[in-house]
């Protein structure tokens, strides 16, 4: 979290700084965090709030494509 206050690190911090920390999850093996880290990146905003607040039976409604969404 330093690093990032600093301006260290990854240019979307560097660039939107400051940072706040809002979910965390630990890994025993750098790639399983990497591989999370992209995996979540890539979702919608509206997933990524139902991950940070807890709200899991929400994540499989925001992974349905938006056509399927407004069905």
Known sequence: MKQHQN???ANHTK???PVKLVY???F???DHAFYREKQVQG???KKKEALIN???NLLEKWSKAKWQQEE
């Open 28 to 30: 025993s093996r750098i």
């Open 54 to 56: 807890g709200e899991k």
């Open 15 to 17: 660039k939107y700084g």
């Open 43 to 45: 979702w919608s905003r």
């Open 7 to 9: 301006g260290e690190g």
């Open 24 to 26: 965390v999850e630990e």
